[in-house]
C-alpha cells in the first residue's frame, strides 16, 4: 500500500470503528432519557432500574464513542491538511461548531447525569440526560453538515485557489444533508431498538428473575426498531434524488449500497410486518429468542454499508468536482508515519472496543440487580459501600 | 472580530491547562499516593465528577483550531506528527483506564487500568511540554529539542503539583493536606503558565492567520451566543460537585 491508501486506511478504521459507537449511543440516548422520564414521573423502582440498567450499557458503550472521535478529530490535521488549506474556510465552521455547541456541552452534561446521581434534584438530574440527548443529535447534525459539504460542496466559492464561504444558509439546506441527517438519526435508533430486543430476548432466554422488566424492555425496543427502520428506508430512499452523478460507478459503494438496502429491507419486513403486529406474544415465545439476538449485530453491519456507499462512492473526490483525496493529503507525509500511527490508532482502538463489548455483554448477562450507575442511592437498601 | 475569537481560543487553551491539569495532575500521583486499592479508588473517585466537563476543552480547542485557523490547524499538527499520536494514544489510554477499571471485579484488572491511567497522564503532560516548546519556536525545533525535554518535565511537575491541591482542597487531609479553594485557583493558574506564555507570544501571527472575515462572522453568530451556556454549564459542575461531608459518600463510578 502507498502512503495515500495507509492514509485512507486509518481514517476508514477510526471512522468505522467511530460510528459502530456512536450508531448506538444516538438511539440509546432518548431511549434512556425516555426511561428516566418515566422514573421521575411515577417514582417506581422497574422504571429507576430501567434507567440504572441500559443507562449502564448506555454509557458503557459512550466511552468508545469519546475515545475513538478524539482520534478523528486530529487526524484532519495529522493526515488531511490539504483539506483545510483548501475548504477550511467552509469545512472548518461546522467542525467548530460541533465542539463548542454540541460536544462540549453533551460531555459536560453527560458527566453531571452520572455523577449527579443522588446529588442532584430530580428534575435537574433528569434535565441532564434530555440536554445529552439533544447535543448528541447537535453533534450529528453538525457533522453531517460537514460530511455533506464534502459530497455536494454548496455556499462557497473558489477564489484564488482556496474555497470561500458565501451562503451559510445553503450549507444547512444542502441536498446531501436534508434527508440523510433524518436517515442517520433514525438508523440510530433501528439499532437501539434492536439491541434492547436482542438483550431482552437473551436474558428471558437465560430465565432471569426480571421477566417484567425485560418483556417491557423488549417492547419498547420492537416499537423503537419499527419507528427507526420505517424512517430510515423513507429518507434513506429520498436521498437519491439528491445524490451526484456517478456515485454508483464505484463497485466498492455500489456493492455497500446494495447490502444495506437488501438486508435492511428484509429486516424492515421482519420489524414491521411480524414484531410489530405479534409485539404482545412475541416476549413469551421461546423459540424466538435465538433468532432476535441473532438479529442484534445486523443494524451495525448495515450502518458501516450505508457508510462505505456514502464514503467510497465519493472516490477519488475529497470534496465532490473541487478537491481529490491525493490533493488533500498532508504534503511530506511518509509512508512509514502513517503505518507507525495507522497501528497504534487500529491497535489500541480496536482491542478497546472489543473490551468494550465484552464489558457490555457482561453488563447484560449480569441483569438489572446491581448496576454500577447510580449505585448507593440514598433510600435504598444494600451493604455501604466497600469501594469508592 | 480576529481578536475576540483570539480570546476565545486562548481562554479554551488555558482554561483546558487549569482544569484538566489537575485531572492528569492526579493520574501521575495515581501510584505515589494510592499505594492501596482503596486510595487508589478515592483519589479517581475525587477527580472523576470533573473529567467529562474538564477534557472537553481540548476537543473544543482542536475544533476551534480548525474553525478559526485553518490554515494553521495542518501545519501545527503535523509538525508535531509523533508527539500528537503519542499523546493522543495517551489521552485515549487514560481515558479507557477511568471508563474501564470499575466495570469488573478482581484486584489484576483494576490495577492494569490504574497502571494506563498513571501511564497515559504522564505522557500527554509530558507531551504536551514537548509540543509547547516546538510550537514556541515556531517548529524550528523538533519536539525532541533538549530544551523540549525539559519542558516536558516541568510541565508534568506543575500539573502533579495541581493534581496535589486539588486532592488537598477535594477531601481534605486525605492524602495529607488540606487546601483552600483559593490555593487550587493559584495552582490553576500557574499550571496554565506555559500554555498562556505561548499563546502570548503567537498572538500576532495567529490573529495575523485567522479564517476570512465571512466565516468568523458565521462563528461568532453561531457559537458566542452559547458561550454563557457553556460557561453555565461548567459552573454548575463545580457547584454541584464542590466538597462537602457528602464527597464520599457515594460510591464512584469511575
Not at chain 1, 403486529?277 to 448495515?302: C, G, K, N, Q, S
Request: net charge positive; glycine share 12%.
Amino acid at each position: 500500500m502507498d502512503v495515500l491508501d495507509l492514509a485512507r486506511t486509518q481514517f476508514a478504521v477510526t471512522g468505522g470503528l467511530h460510528f459502530l459507537f456512536v450508531v448506538l449511543t444516538l438511539g440509546m440516548a432518548p431511549l434512556v432519557a425516555l426511561m428516566h422520564t418515566r422514573w421521575a414521573m411515577t417514582g417506581r423502582p422497574l422504571h429507576e432500574a430501567m434507567t440504572r440498567f441500559w443507562g449502564q450499557i448506555y454509557v458503557i458503550n459512550y466511552a468508545l464513542g469519546i475515545v475513538t472521535g478524539l482520534v478523528m478529530e486530529f487526524q484532519f490535521g495529522l493526515a488531511w491538511s490539504g483539506l483545510s488549506h483548501y475548504a477550511g474556510d467552509v469545512f472548518g465552521a461546522p467542525l467548530a461548531m460541533e465542539t463548542l455547541l454540541a460536544f462540549f456541552l453533551e460531555s459536560t452534561f453527560l458527566g453531571l447525569w452520572i455523577f449527579g446521581w443522588g446529588r442532584l434534584p430530580r428534575w435537574l438530574h433528569l434535565a441532564c440526560i434530555w440536554l445529552v440527548t439533544l447535543t448528541a443529535y447537535a453533534s450529528a447534525f453538525f457533522i453531517m453538515l460537514a460530511n455533506s459539504f464534502l459530497q455536494n460542496p454548496a455556499g462557497s466559492v473558489a477564489r484564488d485557489g482556496r474555497l470561500e464561504l458565501v451562503d451559510f444558509g445553503a450549507l444547512l439546506t444542502n441536498k446531501a444533508l436534508v434527508f440523510s441527517f433524518p436517515h442517520v438519526v433514525a438508523a440510530g435508533l433501528f439499532t437501539g431498538g434492536m439491541v434492547l430486543v436482542g438483550a431482552s430476548a437473551y436474558m428471558l432466554r437465560r430465565r432471569t428473575e426480571q421477566v417484567e422488566f425485560f418483556t417491557r424492555s423488549m417492547r419498547l425496543g420492537v416499537v423503537t426498531a419499527a419507528i427507526g427502520i420505517t424512517f430510515t428506508m423513507g429518507f434513506g430512499y429520498a436521498q437519491f434524488a439528491g445524490v451526484q452523478d456517478g456515485k454508483w460507478d464505484n463497485v466498492g459503494a455500489a456493492i455497500g449500497l446494495a447490502l444495506m438496502m437488501e438486508v435492511g429491507q428484509l429486516l424492515g419486513l421482519v420489524v414491521l410486518l411480524v414484531m410489530l403486529p405479534l409485539i404482545r406474544f412475541l416476549p413469551r415465545w421461546r423459540w424466538a429468542y435465538p433468532l432476535l439476538v441473532a438479529m442484534t449485530p445486523l443494524p451495525f453491519v448495515l450502518s458501516i454499508a450505508g457508510w462505505v456507499a456514502r464514503e467510497v462512492g465519493r472516490q477519488p473526490w475529497m470534496i465532490w468536482g473541487r478537491l481529490t483525496v491525493a490533493d488533500a493529503m498532508t504534503p511530506g507525509l511518509t509512508a512509514g508515519m502513517v503505518t507507525a500511527s495507522l497501528i497504534g490508532f487500529a491497535g489500541v482502538l480496536g482491542l478497546l472496543a472489543v473490551v468494550d463489548y465484552v464489558l457490555i455483554a457482561r453488563t447484560i448477562r449480569r441483569g438489572p440487580r446491581e448496576p454500577d450507575l447510580g449505585a448507593g442511592v440514598p433510600g435504598e437498601t444494600r451493604a455501604p459501600a466497600l469501594s469508592l | 472580530m480576529e481578536v475576540i475569537w483570539f480570546a476565545f481560543f486562548a481562554v479554551l487553551l488555558v482554561g483546558y491547562f487549569a482544569l484538566e491539569g489537575f485531572d492528569l495532575g492526579v493520574g501521575l500521583l495515581l501510584p505515589l499516593l494510592g499505594r492501596t486499592r482503596e486510595g487508589r479508588d478515592r483519589m479517581v473517585a475525587a477527580m472523576a465528577p470533573y473529567v467529562l466537563a474538564n477534557e472537553v476543552w481540548l476537543v473544543a480547542v482542536a475544533g476551534t483550531l480548525f474553525g478559526v485557523y485553518p490554515a494553521l490547524e495542518g501545519e501545527v499538527l503535523f509538525a508535531l506528527y509523533p508527539v500528537v499520536v503519542a499523546m493522543l494514544l495517551s489521552w485515549v489510554l487514560r481515558d479507557a483506564g477511568l471508563w474501564f477499571r470499575r466495570r469488573a471485579d478482581g484486584r489484576g484488572w483494576r490495577g492494569f487500568w490504574d497502571a494506563m491511567i498513571a501511564f497515559g497522564s504522564l505522557g500527554l503532560s509530558f507531551g504536551w511540554g514537548m509540543a509547547l516548546y516546538a510550537a514556541a519556536t515556531g517548529f524550528a525545533a523538533g519536539p525532541m529539542h533538549p530544551l523540549g525535554l525539559m519542558l516536558g518535565m516541568v510541565v508534568t511537575l506543575l500539573f502533579a503539583w495541581h493534581g496535589w491541591t486539588f486532592l488537598a482542597w477535594r477531601t481534605p487531609g486525605e492524602f495529607g493536606a488540606a487546601r483552600p479553594g483559593r490555593a487550587l485557583v493559584v495552582s490553576g493558574a500557574v499550571a496554565a503558565l506555559p500554555a498562556a506564555g505561548v499563546l502570548a507570544g503567537a498572538m500576532p501571527y495567529l490573529v495575523e492567520h485567522s479564517a476570512s472575515a465571512a466565516t468568523l462572522n458565521v462563528l461568532s453568530l453561531m457559537v458566542l451566543p452559547f458561550a454563557p451556556i457553556m460557561l453555565g454549564a461548567q459552573l454548575w459542575v463545580w457547584r454541584t460537585f464542590r466538597p462537602g461531608k457528602d464527597a464520599f459518600r457515594l460510591p464512584s463510578f469511575f
